[in-house]
């Protein structure tokens, strides 16, 4: 996975007025921890660290603090009505250094004429290097018949890849589609309900 180079800017002010400070100069509030050292605190600007997070554990190459350091995203928090970045977490990593992270699924094709495609997992727990993550596993379901199932242990990681996810976790499997007509269901449903006004009618008549 290519490395994203972002400049950082150290922090000196904390609080709820530093951070809209710092996110109104269009920069993001940011912390990063890990090897045992002590939490540093820093700002990236908001476009570049926007684009580097559309790509599933980005590998962050943070410069502008002493010394280059490799870094991965671990949380990310959005404004909920706006969606802009308010603050994000990193963990630094060093090459070499083994990491477990989540990566997505993606389905490819269309199951067999009458089935329905159930997927149970979108992301899969796996261990790599730091500096060589996957971006994600991709699983083919063209033509998939009904009961077909795919399992965690299923799925062909890249080299120098470990399953973390149990491997007997089904990620998604084929089940059989509804067949029955809702047209004609709901012409049942529409008797059965005149029925039972005519019934009350005629109990209301008789007493």
Known sequence: ????????????????????????????????????????????????????????????????????????????????????????????????EKVTVEIPVRVNGDVFSGGLLDQQLNVLAVEAEATHLPDGVDIDVQGMEVGTAIHAKDIVLPKGTTLVTDEEALVLHVVAAPTADLGEAATAVGEAAEAEAAEAAAQAEAE
């Open 1 to 96: 996975m290519p490395e994203v180079r972002i400049e950082a800017e150290p922090r000196t002010e904390f609080g709820k007025g530093a951070s809209r400070r710092t996110r109104r100069a269009g920069r993001v509030p940011a912390v990063m921890y890990g090897h045992g050292a002590e939490n540093r605190h820093f700002s990236l600007p908001e476009h570049e660290l926007m684009i580097a997070l559309k790509t599933p554990n980005a590998l962050i190459r943070l410069e502008g603090l002493g010394r280059a350091t490799l870094a991965l995203p671990k949380a990310v928090q959005r404004d909920p009505i706006k969606g802009e970045i308010e603050h994000v977490d990193l963990i630094e990593v060093r090459r070499g």
